[in-house]
C-alpha cells in the first residue's frame, strides 16, 4: 500500500527511507540533497510520518536539524521533550543520546546533517518505547 | 529610515548585516542560527532586499546555502546566473567564483554554512555591477 505524503516543505521527499528503517518505529522518507563531499556539509531532507521516530541514538560527530515542515519532537535522554515546528534548530552535541521524530498526529520534515562526517559514527541504541512516545507527546499539550 | 521586512520563511530574520556591508550592494540582514562550534556547521539564515546581492567572492572551504523563502539569484564566474526559489540547495566548490542575492523585484532569504569552518577563510572581490546583475534579472525571465 503506498503511503500519501502531503506537501509540506518546500524541499524534496525523496524515497522510503529504507536503509534506516530497522532504527525507526513508523515509516520515514529521506531525500539526500548535496553531492559534494569537500564541503564536509552532507545534507538529507528527512519526512516522518505521524507516530514516526528513531530509535535512541548519538553521534560522534554531533548532528544538526534544520525544521523546515509539520510539527515534531526531539528528546535527549532524561530531559523533557522539545516541540519542534518549521523554523526551529537543534544543535545535538556530539555523542549524546536523544531521538526525533513526528508527532503523534502531524507529519514532520527536518534537514539534517551530521558534524566532522569524515570521523562521525552514529551509535543506534534501543526503540522508543510507545510510553516513552506518549509522554512526549503529552509534555507538549500542556 | 527604518526598512518594512517581509515574513518570507519561518527562520528568523536577526539584525542588518552592518559587519558584512563592505562586500554587499544593498542591505540584507543575517541571524545566525547555531552557537556549538564543535559541530563544524556554523548556520545563519541571510535576508536581502530586493536588488541587494553580495560582491564577487569565492571561500577556501566551500559554501552551502539552503534556500527558504522569496527569489533569489545565484551566478558563478562565466556562467549564467541561476533563479533560486525556496526548496532550493547550491552547493558551492571551495575557491569558486561567484555571487548570491534576491532578484530585482522580490525579497530573498537563505541559510547558509561555510564547509570546514575551521580553516575556511573568505576571499571578498568586487562589486556586481549592475549590467551584469541586470542580465541576470533578465535571464531568468527568459
Same mark, same amino acid.
Given at each position: 500500500?503506498?503511503? *500519501? ?39 538529507? @531532507? ?32 532524561? *530531559?523533557?521533550?522539545?516541540?519542534? *515546528? ?29 558534524? @566532522?562526517?569524515?570521523? @562521525?559514527? @552514529? ?20
Amino acid at each position: 500500500m503506498n503511503t *500519501k505524503i502531503p506537501k509540506i516543505s518546500s524541499f524534496p521527499t525523496g524515497e522510503e527511507n529504507t536503509g534506516y528503517a530497522q532504527y525507526f518505529t513508523g515509516k520515514s522518507w529521506l531525500a539526500p540533497l548535496t553531492k559534494n563531499s569537500d564541503l564536509n556539509v552532507p545534507l538529507s @531532507n528527512v519526512t516522518f510520518e505521524p507516530g514516526s521516530r528513531n530509535n535512541w541514538h548519538s553521534h560522534t560527530g554531533g548532528q544538526l536539524l534544520i525544521v523546515v515542515g509539520g510539527e515534531g519532537l526531539y528528546q535527549e535522554r532524561g *530531559k523533557p521533550a522539545i516541540h519542534l *515546528k518549521s523554523g526551529d534548530i537543534v544543535e545535538i552535541a556530539p555523542n549524546v543520546e536523544h531521538w526525533h521524530g513526528a508527532t503523534s498526529k502531524s507529519w514532520f520534515s527536518h534537514l539534517a546533517t551530521n558534524g @566532522n562526517p569524515k570521523t @562521525n559514527e @552514529n551509535i543506534w541504541l534501543e526503540p522508543v518505547t510507545d510510553e516513552v512516545y506518549n509522554e512526549a507527546n503529552l509534555e507538549i499539550k500542556k
